[in-house]
């Protein structure tokens, strides 16, 4: 056996040697075909003779290797040859050889093992050859006294590793790295099982000697480059970017090549190949630590390289002779190995590839090339070409569109992939038809449940709806039939100043809650002490507000007894105000009362609580579908319209039906317009008709407050000179009744000219809702309209009457007074009560007539009647027209409630008076009758009030209200309760602060107009600054105020010089401004 190891074992060199020309013969045998005489030689009866052999070769080989697998060798001793030592070089350090004791091994006699040794060593083997199995470090350390290092963790960046040693093993080998820097320890897992395989004693390393030679202690180094971590950070880089594109590369589909690369693996050198030193110790084969800081290490290169060329490995080439001798202890696996790269090669084309050996070595020993593991054969392919030195250019070339139908087989791969595509191709088109049908079936149910709950979801409102209508007119029978006891007894009023516009009026007004708050002067209905209000607020209402109305309304006692010092009465028991909780999830929605009290059920149950038991009945503003289910849910009657009829009738248009069948006068004009050809035909129709109207206007039905009204003057039109001569030729009345033949040339005329005019001359009248006359015929076409004339007259008044439509049927009006109107003359901005523009007879006859039509339509509640008078200039007879109709409780009548609070008197609009009673006084005529309150002995006054419900001023929101009052009260603006006239306000928010109301009272209209101009002027001065005057309406009033201040005096002048008839001389006692027509105002 000493011979065996002095000669290099060559029994089992031979062997494996042996086992490779039996294999190589066998590979050229099936190549070949042999003829002799013409006839062909069957060469099976051979090979199997070859494969008799190569397996009793290779089993007389395993039971070589099992006998001696027991046996530890150790390295024979290797003489160091002298070597001049450079000076520029490092001194290498030697151990001490008189240190290491001398330790020879007994003797070990084998004998034949048993089936059970020959089982366990089996077993062991296995076990030897997983260098990450658990159980190997243990079996090494048991069976040869190799201890490896604990690797689980990992350490710092590793500059170099050891080199391993390939050949015999030694025994009670062990590997410490005590000693070693942390560079040094091994880094990662793979690098760890790289070393356990090299330093795993293998089948040909462990043979076995009697008598073994003294050995010496060896030190294996590696040489240190500092290019080694940029090598293995280009390994890194490139194993990321096959991970990205491996599946592509594996189906070979085309692909980019990676474009950056870090470094790429130095071919191997003839100078590195020679560059092992190696020293051997002596004793017990133990590795002594070295200090290794000083000691430079040179760059790892393969040893052993070969390349592939056309996918074919030259048996003969000295670097494969050299790779193949160096490892053919584990020649089988590296064959295995081989084959799967050359094929891979072949499969793809590949010209040139160089193999590392000792990678492949490596992934052979550890198992690594098994591409049955989990990741499969993308991780397979990885793994192969990790082996390779020129692994990015084959890599680049493989991943080349097309590169796998070059190679090996590659016609019959390119008909696979095409089969396969199509196949799929088919069976995806048939699987997508058949799938079809099935999902037309899905979206149809889904469609029909989908309109199944839309239909039962529109069922259930309707029938919700109908049940709510249906109760509210149960119950407004009963409201109707016991309408005389509710009013005369104690009861509840449900204030809900709700606006149920459309949804497109709703987003068109800026501050829409604040515009549903500025009725806050319903609170005055508990004047009455049978009353008490529940007031429902759109907007949240600070401290401030709620505090000064709490005072406003206990001012009652203080009021009727003339003394300001007179305690407050108990009036806040009387009053509730409460905010809907919905406001908070709704606040950008501009939703009306109604629908935000709707989703407010805490709310509705607090009203529920303070009514129970109590007569109760609520009043809306414009009638909603939501105040009927809020009516329903709070099981109270509804005094108001149903919304249907107040839809219908709310209109432009609805409101001249009802004056028509009332027999009221109205403006001559058409409704219901939709199409530009009715309003081109009917306005020059009217035009035709009435030669002495100068302007026309427009209105769109559904606006209110004058937004959607524009105005058209017809002296733009070029044949009006012509026409006005044909209507004075034939005269007025004879025009009136003449024959459609006489008017029809004027017709033509006009109708020709009214587009022009009205494109080029119609101009809005509020242009901050419609900028211009295209966006309010838009508008105008698509709600509906009215054409409607202006008065013909240069004195023009306008009044707004409030009437109660009674649920017993009787008409009562509540208020009336002359308007304010702004500078375009079509915008209402106050009024003053009471009115003193129509003789009262008349004006309650025209509210009578329009009451009951308005109960024969099922109208119930308030509404308000606009009216326009004015002077015919053809035989000077004042003339009323009715211009529009209001169905709910407007400001006017708001404002009305507050001012008879304030006065304590009473609104006659019979007599067109406001009468206040005279101050009660405490008169002590004798002890007995001490304390009782008697009226004093003074007649019944009048006054005169004027009122604004929305003043705008935007600097009012940089004033507090509580600054805002003793700003007031410094300039003398108030309120004198003995006296009972001065200035009150009506404060809508607490929030925007923007916007509020003003009331002066006065014993005369001129002078409770001087103080309402004052007011405004004194306000606008003190909360605005030369450089920022805010938007306003106040110098619209003020410069309005001031012309019928001056037609006041004019006319006071002219009734003093003239006794005319009444109805004449109230007209000429209108305290009013006349509004003129001209064309420089219209332009």
Request: hydrophobic share 35%; charged share 20%; with cysteine.
């Given at each position: 056996m000493a011979d065996v190891l002095k000669n290099k074992d060559e029994v089992g060199h031979i062997l494996v040697q042996v086992q490779d020309d039996l294999r190589q013969l066998k590979k050229n045998l099936v190549r070949m075909t042999v003829q002799q005489n013409g006839e062909v030689l069957d060469i099976r009866a051979l090979d199997a003779a070859i494969s008799r052999t190569e397996n009793g070769i290779r089993r007389h080989a395993e039971d070589y290797l099992k006998a001696i697998n027991n046996q530890v060798l150790t390295l024979p001793y290797i003489e160091e040859p002298e070597k001049k030592i450079a000076p520029a070089k490092p001194v290498k350090w030697q151990p001490s050889y008189e240190t290491i004791p001398n330790a020879r091994p007994q003797k070990i006699q084998i004998s034949g093992p048993s089936p059970g040794e020959k089982h366990k060593s089996a077993f062991i083997m296995r076990l030897l050859n997983k260098p990450c199995h658990p159980k190997n470090k243990e079996i090494m350390e048991q069976n040869y006294g190799i201890q490896f290092p604990h690797l689980h963790k990992r350490n710092g960046a590793s500059v170099g590793t050891q080199r391993v040693v390939t050949g015999p093993a030694l025994g009670n080998f062990a590997a410490t790295h005590g000693g070693l820097p942390k560079q040094l320890h091994p880094k990662s897992l793979p690098e760890c099982e790289l070393t356990n395989a090299a330093l795993q004693p293998s089948t040909a390393d462990l043979s076995s000697v009697q008598t073994p030679p003294q050995p010496k202690a060896v030190h294996v180094l590696q040489r240190e480059d500092s290019g080694q971590s940029k090598t293995d950070e280009s390994e890194k880089a490139c194993k990321?970017?096959?991970?990205?594109?491996?599946?592509?590369?594996?189906?070979?589909?085309?692909?980019?090549?990676?474009?950056?690369?870090?470094?790429?693996?130095?071919?191997?050198?003839?100078?590195?190949?020679?560059?092992?030193?190696?020293?051997?110790?002596?004793?017990?084969?133990?590795?002594?630590?070295?200090?290794?800081?000083?000691?430079?290490?040179?760059?790892?290169?393969?040893?052993?390289?070969?390349?592939?060329?056309?996918?074919?490995?030259?048996?003969?080439?000295?670097?494969?002779?050299?790779?193949?001798?160096?490892?053919?202890?584990?020649?089988?696996?590296?064959?295995?190995?081989?084959?799967?790269?050359?094929?891979?090669?072949?499969?793809?084309?590949?010209?040139?590839?160089?193999?590392?050996?000792?990678?492949?070595?490596?992934?052979?020993?550890?198992?690594?090339?098994?591409?049955?593991?989990?990741?499969?054969?993308?991780?397979?392919?990885?793994?192969?070409?990790?082996?390779?030195?020129?692994?990015?250019?084959?890599?680049?070339?493989?991943?080349?569109?097309?590169?796998?139908?070059?190679?090996?087989?590659?016609?019959?791969?390119?008909?696979?992939?095409?089969?396969?595509?199509?196949?799929?191709?088919?069976?995806?088109?048939?699987?997508?038809?058949?799938?079809?049908?099935?999902?037309?079936?899905?979206?149809?149910?889904?469609?029909?449940?989908?309109?199944?709950?839309?239909?039962?979801?529109?069922?259930?409102?309707?029938?919700?709806?109908?049940?709510?209508?249906?109760?509210?007119?149960?119950?407004?029978?009963?409201?109707?039939?016991?309408?005389?006891?509710?009013?005369?007894?104690?009861?509840?009023?449900?204030?809900?100043?709700?606006?149920?516009?459309?949804?497109?009026?709703?987003?068109?007004?800026?501050?829409?809650?604040?515009?549903?708050?500025?009725?806050?002067?319903r609170l005055c209905d508990i004047r009455d002490e049978n009353v008490e209000v529940i007031y429902v607020s759109p907007v949240c209402l600070g401290e401030d507000v709620l505090q000064y109305y709490t005072h406003l309304l206990g001012l009652q006692t203080a009021i009727e007894l003339g003394d300001a010092s007179a305690p407050e009465s108990n009036c806040a028991k009387r009053f509730t105000i409460l905010m809907p909780e919905a406001m908070?999830?709704?606040?950008?929605?501009?939703?009306?009362?109604?629908?935000?009290?709707?989703?407010?059920?805490?709310?509705?149950?607090?009203?529920?609580?303070?009514?129970?038991?109590?007569?109760?009945?609520?009043?809306?503003?414009?009638?909603?579908?939501?105040?009927?289910?809020?009516?329903?849910?709070?099981?109270?009657?509804?005094?108001?319209?149903?919304?249907?009829?107040?839809?219908?009738?709310?209109?432009?248009?609805?409101?001249?039906?009802?004056?028509?069948?009332?027999?009221?006068?109205?403006?001559?004009?058409?409704?219901?317009?939709?199409?530009?050809?009715?309003?081109?035909?009917?306005?020059?129709?009217?035009?035709?008709?009435?030669?002495?109207?100068?302007?026309?206007?427009?209105?769109?039905?559904?606006?209110?407050?004058?937004?959607?009204?524009?105005?058209?003057?017809?002296?733009?039109?070029?044949?009006?000179?012509?026409?006005?001569?044909?209507?004075?030729?034939?005269?007025?009345?004879?025009?009136?009744?003449?024959?459609?033949?006489?008017?029809?040339?004027?017709?033509?005329?006009?109708?020709?000219?009214?587009?022009?005019?009205?494109?080029?001359?119609?101009?809005?009248?509020?242009?901050?809702?419609?900028?211009?006359?295209?966006?309010?015929?838009e508008h105008f076409l698509r709600e509906g309209g009215v054409i409607e004339a202006f008065p013909p007259s240069d004195s023009v008044t306008c009044l707004t009457v409030d009437l109660l439509v009674e649920p017993g049927g009787d008409v009562h009006m509540l208020s009336c007074g002359d308007q304010l109107r702004g500078p375009s003359g079509l915008e209402v901005v106050g009024c003053t009560v009471p009115q003193y523009s129509i003789c009262p007879d008349v004006l309650h006859t025209i509210c009578n007539s329009i009451g009951q039509a308005c109960q024969q339509r099922f109208i119930m509640g308030h509404l308000s009647v606009d009216l326009v008078t004015f002077l015919d200039p053809s035989n000077l007879e004042q003339q009323v027209w009715a211009i529009d109709l209001d169905l709910g409780y407007s400001n006017q009548l708001a404002m009305t409630q507050l001012m008879l609070m304030m006065t304590r008197g009473m609104l006659d609009c019979r007599t067109s008076k406001l009468e206040v009673s005279p101050i009660v006084r405490d008169v002590k005529s004798s002890v007995r009758h001490a304390g009782v309150k008697v009226k004093a002995q003074t007649s019944v006054t009048s006054r005169f009030a004027v009122m604004c419900t929305r003043l705008l001023h935007t600097n009012l929101s940089l004033v507090y209200y509580s600054t805002f009052f003793l700003m007031c009260k410094a300039q003398g603006i108030g309120y004198d309760v003995k006296a009972r006239q001065g200035t009150v306000f009506a404060l809508h928010d607490s929030r925007d602060r923007r916007s509020l109301g003003m009331l002066t009272i006065s014993e005369n209209l001129q002078g409770a107009l001087l103080t309402f101009a004052r007011n405004l002027s004194v306000i606008h001065q003190e909360i605005s600054a030369p450089n920022m005057q805010g938007a306003n309406n106040f110098k619209d009033l003020i410069k309005d105020i001031e012309e019928i201040l001056g037609m006041t005096i004019q006319n006071q002048t002219t009734s003093q010089e003239e006794k005319e008839i009444p109805a004449v001389g109230s007209e000429q006692l209108s305290p009013h401004k006349p509004h003129r027509s001209t064309p420089n105002k219209s332009t």
């Amino acid at each position: 056996m000493a011979d065996v190891l002095k000669n290099k074992d060559e029994v089992g060199h031979i062997l494996v040697q042996v086992q490779d020309d039996l294999r190589q013969l066998k590979k050229n045998l099936v190549r070949m075909t042999v003829q002799q005489n013409g006839e062909v030689l069957d060469i099976r009866a051979l090979d199997a003779a070859i494969s008799r052999t190569e397996n009793g070769i290779r089993r007389h080989a395993e039971d070589y290797l099992k006998a001696i697998n027991n046996q530890v060798l150790t390295l024979p001793y290797i003489e160091e040859p002298e070597k001049k030592i450079a000076p520029a070089k490092p001194v290498k350090w030697q151990p001490s050889y008189e240190t290491i004791p001398n330790a020879r091994p007994q003797k070990i006699q084998i004998s034949g093992p048993s089936p059970g040794e020959k089982h366990k060593s089996a077993f062991i083997m296995r076990l030897l050859n997983k260098p990450c199995h658990p159980k190997n470090k243990e079996i090494m350390e048991q069976n040869y006294g190799i201890q490896f290092p604990h690797l689980h963790k990992r350490n710092g960046a590793s500059v170099g590793t050891q080199r391993v040693v390939t050949g015999p093993a030694l025994g009670n080998f062990a590997a410490t790295h005590g000693g070693l820097p942390k560079q040094l320890h091994p880094k990662s897992l793979p690098e760890c099982e790289l070393t356990n395989a090299a330093l795993q004693p293998s089948t040909a390393d462990l043979s076995s000697v009697q008598t073994p030679p003294q050995p010496k202690a060896v030190h294996v180094l590696q040489r240190e480059d500092s290019g080694q971590s940029k090598t293995d950070e280009s390994e890194k880089a490139c194993k990321r970017e096959m991970d990205v594109s491996r599946n592509r590369m594996a189906l070979g589909s085309s692909s980019e090549s990676p474009t950056s690369r870090n470094m790429r693996t130095p071919p191997p050198s003839a100078a590195s190949a020679s560059s092992d030193n190696r020293v051997l110790t002596h004793g017990q084969a133990r590795l002594t630590p070295l200090n290794l800081q000083s000691i430079p290490v040179q760059a790892a290169v393969s040893k052993y390289p070969f390349t592939i060329v056309e996918g074919q490995i030259d048996p003969d080439a000295p670097d494969y002779c050299r790779f193949k001798k160096q490892y053919c202890l584990c020649w089988v696996a590296i064959v295995e190995a081989l084959d799967q790269l050359q094929r891979m090669l072949l499969d793809f084309a590949v010209p040139l590839a160089r193999v590392c050996g000792e990678r492949l070595a490596a992934c052979v020993q550890s198992s690594e090339l098994n591409w049955r593991g989990s990741r499969g054969w993308c991780a397979h392919v990885e793994k192969l070409l990790s082996v390779l030195e020129n692994r990015d250019e084959v890599w680049d070339l493989m991943c080349q569109p097309g590169q796998r139908y070059k190679g090996n087989r590659g016609h019959q791969a390119a008909a696979v992939r095409i089969q396969t595509c199509w196949r799929r191709y088919s069976a995806r088109t048939t699987y997508l038809l058949q799938l079809r049908p099935k999902w037309a079936a899905q979206i149809i149910a889904m469609s029909l449940l989908k309109r199944a709950k839309l239909g039962r979801l529109k069922e259930c409102l309707q029938a919700s709806r109908l049940r709510q209508l249906e109760n509210y007119r149960t119950r407004a029978e009963s409201l109707a039939a016991n309408w005389k006891h509710i009013t005369s007894a104690k009861r509840t009023i449900i204030h809900v100043p709700s606006l149920g516009y459309s949804q497109h009026q709703r987003l068109s007004h800026r501050g829409f809650d604040v515009l549903q708050n500025t009725q806050m002067g319903r609170l005055c209905d508990i004047r009455d002490e049978n009353v008490e209000v529940i007031y429902v607020s759109p907007v949240c209402l600070g401290e401030d507000v709620l505090q000064y109305y709490t005072h406003l309304l206990g001012l009652q006692t203080a009021i009727e007894l003339g003394d300001a010092s007179a305690p407050e009465s108990n009036c806040a028991k009387r009053f509730t105000i409460l905010m809907p909780e919905a406001m908070e999830y709704f606040s950008t929605r501009n939703m009306c009362l109604a629908s935000l009290l709707k989703y407010s059920p805490r709310t509705l149950k607090r009203i529920k609580n303070l009514i129970q038991g109590k007569q109760a009945y609520m009043i809306g503003g414009v009638t909603h579908i939501d105040d009927l289910a809020v009516a329903d849910e709070l099981e109270v009657p509804l005094l108001g319209t149903e919304p249907a009829v107040a839809q219908l009738y709310g209109t432009k248009s609805g409101g001249r039906r009802i004056f028509r069948s009332a027999g009221v006068d109205v403006p001559p004009g058409k409704w219901d317009i939709y199409t530009l050809e009715q309003l081109y035909e009917g306005l020059a129709q009217l035009m035709t008709e009435h030669m002495e109207v100068q302007r026309w206007l427009f209105k769109i039905d559904s606006e209110v407050g004058g937004r959607g009204t524009a105005y058209c003057d017809v002296s733009y039109l070029k044949c009006r000179p012509w026409a006005q001569q044909e209507f004075i030729s034939h005269g007025p009345k004879q025009w009136r009744t003449s024959l459609p033949q006489v008017k029809e040339p004027v017709m033509i005329k006009f109708l020709e000219e009214v587009p022009h005019l009205l494109a080029s001359y119609a101009r809005p009248a509020n242009t901050s809702c419609y900028t211009t006359w295209n966006c309010f015929l838009e508008h105008f076409l698509r709600e509906g309209g009215v054409i409607e004339a202006f008065p013909p007259s240069d004195s023009v008044t306008c009044l707004t009457v409030d009437l109660l439509v009674e649920p017993g049927g009787d008409v009562h009006m509540l208020s009336c007074g002359d308007q304010l109107r702004g500078p375009s003359g079509l915008e209402v901005v106050g009024c003053t009560v009471p009115q003193y523009s129509i003789c009262p007879d008349v004006l309650h006859t025209i509210c009578n007539s329009i009451g009951q039509a308005c109960q024969q339509r099922f109208i119930m509640g308030h509404l308000s009647v606009d009216l326009v008078t004015f002077l015919d200039p053809s035989n000077l007879e004042q003339q009323v027209w009715a211009i529009d109709l209001d169905l709910g409780y407007s400001n006017q009548l708001a404002m009305t409630q507050l001012m008879l609070m304030m006065t304590r008197g009473m609104l006659d609009c019979r007599t067109s008076k406001l009468e206040v009673s005279p101050i009660v006084r405490d008169v002590k005529s004798s002890v007995r009758h001490a304390g009782v309150k008697v009226k004093a002995q003074t007649s019944v006054t009048s006054r005169f009030a004027v009122m604004c419900t929305r003043l705008l001023h935007t600097n009012l929101s940089l004033v507090y209200y509580s600054t805002f009052f003793l700003m007031c009260k410094a300039q003398g603006i108030g309120y004198d309760v003995k006296a009972r006239q001065g200035t009150v306000f009506a404060l809508h928010d607490s929030r925007d602060r923007r916007s509020l109301g003003m009331l002066t009272i006065s014993e005369n209209l001129q002078g409770a107009l001087l103080t309402f101009a004052r007011n405004l002027s004194v306000i606008h001065q003190e909360i605005s600054a030369p450089n920022m005057q805010g938007a306003n309406n106040f110098k619209d009033l003020i410069k309005d105020i001031e012309e019928i201040l001056g037609m006041t005096i004019q006319n006071q002048t002219t009734s003093q010089e003239e006794k005319e008839i009444p109805a004449v001389g109230s007209e000429q006692l209108s305290p009013h401004k006349p509004h003129r027509s001209t064309p420089n105002k219209s332009t």
